[in-house]
């Protein structure tokens, strides 16, 4: 346990060897529990995960460091992201725990951590919980009569349905309308058909027979031809895509077309500015969004704020300056009205509801904006640091030069896989495709 254990999103890797093994997560369990005492009450931890066969290998021993620091546990099984943040607060926890790996393969798995206010955890407060990690904590460790005990919450996914069916709008229903919703086998795939059917929609099923490791797998955000196969083949009005734990959302229109998350911030912006809702004038989003968002979002008077890639630093940009929408090209929607981190029923409730009260068809109502072409590449490397290479460095010095200021370039190591990402965006496609690739080429052989 030498390497750095937390990245851009909680900690990841392959599940049963380092840093996602028991015994890792044991010790994370342990550092988390002396990190939040915040008192002389009974301390709980709110511990969820989504349907990765190896969440049952480290969902035990997260419980188990923190019942040996005498903390309790309340466990809620399969669980989007966003109703354990929701959880924490809602008990009053001092923590909470999403066991996932997100939109990766089922080999891997992660560890997400939430404040007792919702919020993901700051850089700072992760490098101490990493440093108690990698020291002797037996001094903390409870007495035999004060360990922590551990309780199944039975309710917890219809506490988060009714939340999330809050945030419709009222004297608006889903009757009438046939939705077809892909679960991606992941965290939602209860909760996901639940609400929409719940709220008078007809349901095209997608993605909702989680085996453990097929979550991600042909199907949810990360692949939605699935979905757009099934939005025709079932004459569905509007497709929802979700990936493993429920925290991103993209959608299909009634054509097959695929909605990306720059158009849903733009689809949402475009109605709460309408209807005075939008904080500041301004959305967050980050340096990846298209700049056609950025267009469109001028020209209704609003800004758009970029951040680095991330949904933490959307929402720490969007807590700074007290906007309440933000996201992610990938798909990533933060409403702040309504949730402390990305959710992607709500998100989605947000674009039905448009749609409803439009009474236009998806393909009409969800694309807001004409993107430039934008082409992303994704290089692997396994170690070192392939950007500082000189060649590397000259080759993308060369590929602004080329783009001028009709276009831009940003490249990437990724914070949660082995690969660094290479884009441009211009107005020519066939010069934004010549640069990624050249660009690409040299990181390859740097890589090797």
Known sequence: MTAKLFGTDGIRGTSNTEPMTAETALRVGMASAVQFVRGDHRHQVVIGKDTRLSGYLLEPALTAGFISMGMDVVLVGPMPTPGVAMLTRSLRADLGVVISASHNPFEDNGIKLFGPDGYKLSDATEAEIEARVHSDMNDHMAHAAHLGRARRLDDARGRYNEYVKQTFPKGLRLDGLKVAIDCANGAAYKVGPEVLWELGAEIVPIGVDPDGVNINKGCGSTDTDCLSSMVSAHGADIGIALDGDADRVLIVDEKGD???????????????ASNGRLNGASVVSTVMSNLGLEHFLNGQNLELIRTQVGDRYVVECMREGGYNLGGEQSGHIVLSDYSTTGDGLIAALQVLA????????????????????????NVEFNGGKPLEDSAVKKAIAEGEGRLGTSGRLLIRPSGTEPVVRVMAEGEDEALINSVVGDIAGVIEQAAK
């Open 258 to 272: 695929l909605v990306d998350g720059d158009q849903i911030l733009g689809l949402i912006a475009g109605d709460w």
């Open 354 to 377: 448009v749609v409803v009260a439009s009474g236009k068809p998806a393909s009409q109502v969800c694309r807001v904006f004409n993107p430039l072409p934008q082409v992303l590449k």
